[in-house]
Every structure is written in structure tokens, then in C-alpha cells.
């Protein structure tokens, strides 16, 4: 059964550095094919993918926020680690974890977490 | 990036009722297409890959269909729990982009 769950800050004030976390279980991010990725939604609007990791660590960021973003993983604690710099109010929203399979299919979901960008 | 365009915006329907929601690609994908639903404070979830392809769990009113840069994901007998935001989401290529969402409302 594959689970994961995001955890990090509720609040942060702009122009910090967001770190988020993805703790995953069911499944092992040195298996080939297999990535774990994250996608985030603005209050009421739609879901906008962000990063993904391989299993062999490559990784692949939204081209809108590459210079913002890195991803990484620590296969051994079973995690997954995005941080975004320099935070910004529209950054607020909810930011899920996301198990990938070969072809872009998000197949799982983290529950999601709601961070607030705000002074 | 390929753009994502779905309608309609919002579809009121009664529980019993067939349901059709569009979605439409800026460029050809051909059955790159995955379908997710999204209840009120919940994570989306995963409902149809590669256009057509239901995935395991997912109850059998629920069907996609289309190729190229038209899809539609036909839900037969709305049940209550049906009622939720749908987004599809193009997977042919990087970067991965979805819908605006379709909320489906009880009527």
C-alpha cells in the first residue's frame, strides 16, 4: 500500500526559502521507473506541477520555476525534500506529494499540505 | 507547453444522470490523458490513464475516451459521491499540464 505525507511550515514570509517534505512508504525510490514528484494548488484554482525525482536521480522542474526550485531525495529515510527560495504570496497553497509512473501518470497522493506566504 | 482546456466550467446534474466532461489539448497528444477527481478538502485522484485506462478501484461508470487534442470522461449514473472537481491532465509531454477543472454540482 503506497502512502505518502507532506509536512513543513504553515507560514512563511516572503522572500524566504520554503522547505517541504515528502515521507513516503510502500514502494522504494531505488526501484527503475519510479519517481516521486510535487504538484500545488492555489486556493480555488487548478493543480500546477512543480518537480520530480527518478530513482536514478534525475529530476525535471516546471520551466517557470526551475530557478527556484530543487528537489532531492534520501532513499534510505524513505523522503523526498522540494525547496523553493525566495517565496512570494501567490507561492500560497497547497502542496502535494506525488508518487510518478513511467508516462507522467501521478497515480498516488499525499494528503497535501497548506502553506501561507504572508508578512 | 500544452495548454489544457476543459468545459464546462461547472455542470449541475442529479444523482441517476449521465455526465460528459471535455477536455482539449493545445497540440496533439494522442492518448496521453489522465483524468483525476477532487472532492472538497481532499487530494486529487487518479481515475483514468492513457485516455481510457481505468484505474484499479475505480468504479465502472466512469470511462474516457478520445485521441489527438480531444477527450471526454463520461460518468453513467451519478452517484452522490460522484459530485467533485475534475481536471484532466496531458502526459505526452514534459512539462506535464492540467485542465482548469470541471466542478460537477448536484442539481
Known amino acids: 500500500q503506497i502512502t505518502l505525507k507532506e509536512s513543513g511550515p504553515t507560514l512563511v514570509k516572503p522572500t524566504q526559502t520554503l522547505t517541504l517534505t515528502c515521507t513516503f512508504s510502500g514502494f522504494s525510490l531505488s526501484t527503475g521507473g519510479v519517481g516521486v514528484g510535487w504538484v500545488r494548488q492555489p486556493p480555488g484554482k487548478a493543480l500546477e506541477w512543480l518537480a520530480l525525482i527518478y530513482w536514478d536521480d534525475d529530476n525535471r522542474y516546471s520551466p517557470s520555476l526551475t530557478s527556484r526550485l530543487t528537489i532531492t531525495k534520501d532513499t534510505s529515510k524513505s523522503q523526498v525534500v522540494l525547496t523553493m527560495t525566495n517565496v512570494d504570496p501567490v507561492d500560497t497553497g497547497t502542496y502535494y506529494c506525488v508518487h510518478y509512473r513511467l508516462g507522467w501518470i501521478f497515480d498516488y497522493w499525499g494528503q497535501g499540505t497548506l502553506v501561507t506566504v504572508s508578512s | 507547453d500544452i495548454q489544457m482546456t476543459q468545459s464546462p466550467s461547472s455542470v449541475s446534474a442529479s444523482v441517476g444522470d449521465r455526465v460528459t466532461i471535455t477536455c482539449r489539448a493545445s497540440q496533439g497528444i494522442s492518448t496521453w490523458l489522465a483524468w483525476y477527481q477532487q472532492k472538497t478538502g481532499e487530494a486529487p485522484k487518479l481515475l483514468i490513464y492513457?485516455?481510457?485506462s481505468l484505474q484499479s478501484g475505480v468504479p465502472s461508470r466512469f470511462s474516457g475516451s478520445g485521441s489527438g487534442t480531444d477527450f471526454t470522461l463520461t460518468i453513467t449514473s451519478l452517484q452522490p459521491e460522484d459530485f467533485a472537481t475534475y481536471y484532466c491532465?496531458?502526459?505526452?509531454?514534459?512539462?506535464?499540464?492540467f485542465g482548469q477543472g470541471t466542478k460537477l454540482e448536484i442539481k
Open positions: 491532465q496531458q502526459s505526452n509531454s514534459f512539462p506535464p499540464t
Open positions: 492513457t485516455a481510457s
